[in-house]
């Protein structure tokens, strides 16, 4: 049995290699994006309905969850953060619905979440820059310059792990998902209860990314 996921289709383009395959699916996430935010703003009302609805229940769970601790950053910040949950949200669960192998996660490829986690942390950088200056370097001598080394492999380390954790969870999924269609029959409620619980771990997924990036973000506002 040859499995699919993980695997992708590499073009060469100016000598570079392209997954043409993950540029497919980041921009059929992008339009779910796009259309979702339209169909959420199109016609707003003071009691929200449908879609709009749906929306606005996301908002205000983050905002309960991430607003105590960015203070009056969030709302700079929220539209971010919004974002950044809603499209790893969908991307995640491209790959994890019963498609017959003919959509994937584009979470599934490092690539992918690897810019992820570099944005996150050019968004963390920025944002102690324009609050504290040339003092939001003053973090990496503390508490001693002796550890200016290590505290230098610590951003290092959040920007791998914010990667590797969402595409390890997001790719062992989908593979887990394409041995259970190999190898089950359709109707055995088991595949179906995986399908289901892989659903959740793509919300769970897109949640944790967006927490460990509002908490890095409120490291650097925490004292403004």
């Not at 929220?78 to 996660?105: A, D, H, Q, V, W």
């Not at 990496?140 to 505290?151: C, D, I, K, S």
């Not at 190999?182 to 919300?203: D, K, R, T």
């Not at 997924?205 to 967006?210: K, N, R, V």
Request: with cysteine; charged share 10%.
């Amino acid at each position: 049995m040859e499995l699919h996921a993980g695997h992708h289709t590499v073009v060469q383009w100016m000598g570079l290699s392209f997954h043409i395959d993950t540029l497919y699916m980041t921009w059929l996430t992008m339009a779910i994006v796009i259309v979702i935010t339209m169909l959420a703003t199109r016609k707003r009302a003071l009691v929200p309905s449908g879609i709009q609805n749906v929306v606005e229940m996301v908002l205000e769970t983050l905002e309960a969850q991430f607003a105590p601790n960015l203070g009056k950053h969030w709302s700079k910040v929220s539209s971010l953060l919004f974002t950044f949950f809603l499209f790893i949200c969908i991307g995640n669960e491209l790959g994890l619905l019963p498609s017959g192998g003919k959509l994937f996660s584009p979470t599934a490829d490092i690539n992918t979440t690897l810019g992820f986690a570099l944005a996150s942390s050019a968004v963390v950088w920025a944002t102690g820059i324009r609050i504290k200056g040339i003092g939001f370097f003053k973090h990496f001598f503390e508490p001693y310059v002796a550890l200016f080394v290590l505290n230098v492999f610590e951003e290092i380390a959040k920007v791998v792990t914010l990667a590797a954790r969402l595409f390890g969870n997001i790719l062992a999924g989908e593979i887990l998902l394409e041995v259970m269609y190999n190898l089950l029959p359709a109707y055995v409620p088991l595949e179906w209860a995986w399908i289901a619980f892989s659903l959740v771990i793509g919300v769970i997924q897109a949640f944790i990314f967006t927490v460990l990036t509002s908490s890095y973000l409120s490291q650097v506002v925490a004292e403004h």
